[in-house]
Antibody, heavy 119, light 111 residues
Framework: EVQLVESGGGLVEPGGSLRLSCATSGFNFNDAWMSWVRQAPGKGLEWVGRIKSKRGGETKEYAAPVKGRFIISRDDSQNTLDLQMNSLRIEDTGVYFC??????????WGLGTLVTVSS | QSALTQPASVSGSPGQSITISCTGTNSDVGNYNLVSWYQHHPGKAPKLIIYDVTKRPSGVSNHFSGSKSGNTASLTISGLQSDDEADYYCCSYEGGSNSWVFGGGTRLTVL
């Protein structure tokens, strides 16, 4: 059974940093492309970024609103995905989902972890 | 990248069919067959129900179907059931920015 479990969410002040993690199991993480997708309160889904597999060069892409502030990384030895979020803004508030990407679609999702940016 | 346009809400009675539209541009929906749809019951993990415009993942009911015409993709749910009541999101690859764009979501109410 595929499982993705996010952790690390919480309350942080504007300008602060937070690191999210995603523990995965049930699929070949080493060959998986992974993404983060977020959902602001009462809003729709928003793609945050993607990291390819090591075989794919571990290339990373980011959405314009987070580029230069967020960093996606992976640890294939631990089957984990991370999201380092810096210079956080109020509009970064939301639930962050860890997602297994299969070519052109978002195959499996976690339950998400809530990030609240507020003073 | 701008969000794809979906109706905020749709409704239907059990057994009826409904269609949710998803309008983009020729930089995303109109130029790539990389449109997917997701069902999201709040508090649960979103679920892939359609990929590559028309394909259904294994285990997804065949009362979900997808299509595309020009810059607009559509999700049709036939034979509505009470547990279809959820939020539905479309998504497309956007070539200009090499990114992914979601629709704003549609809340389906089964009357």
């Amino acid at each position: 059974e595929v499982q993705l479990v996010e952790s690390g969410g919480g309350l942080v002040e504007p300008g602060g940093s937070l690191r999210l993690s995603c523990a995965t199991s049930g699929f070949n993480f080493n060959d998986a492309w992974m993404s983060w997708v977020r959902q602001a309160p009462g809003k729709g889904l928003e793609w945050v970024g993607r990291i390819k597999s090591k075989r794919g060069g571990e290339t990373k892409e980011y959405a314009a609103p987070v580029k230069g502030r967020f960093i996606i990384s992976r640890d294939d030895s631990q089957n984990t995905l991370d999201l380092q979020m810096n210079s956080l803004r109020i509009e970064d508030t939301g639930v962050y989902f860890c997602v297994w990407v299969n070519v052109g679609w978002f195959h499996s999702w976690g339950l998400g972890t809530l990030v609240t940016v507020s003073s | 990248q701008s969000a794809l346009t979906q109706p905020a809400s749709v409704s239907g009675s059990p057994g009826q069919s409904i269609t949710i539209s998803c309008t983009g541009t020729n930089s995303d929906v109109g130029n790539y067959n990389l449109v997917s749809w997701y069902q999201h019951h709040p508090g649960k993990a979103p679920k892939l129900i359609i990929y590559d415009v028309t394909k259904r993942p294994s285990g997804v009911s065949n009362h979900f179907s997808g299509s595309k015409s020009g810059n607009t993709a559509s999700l049709t749910i036939s034979g509505l059931q009470s547990d279809d009541e959820a939020d539905y999101y479309c998504c497309s690859y956007e070539g200009g920015s090499n990114s992914w764009v979601f629709g704003g979501g549609t809340r389906l109410t089964v009357l």
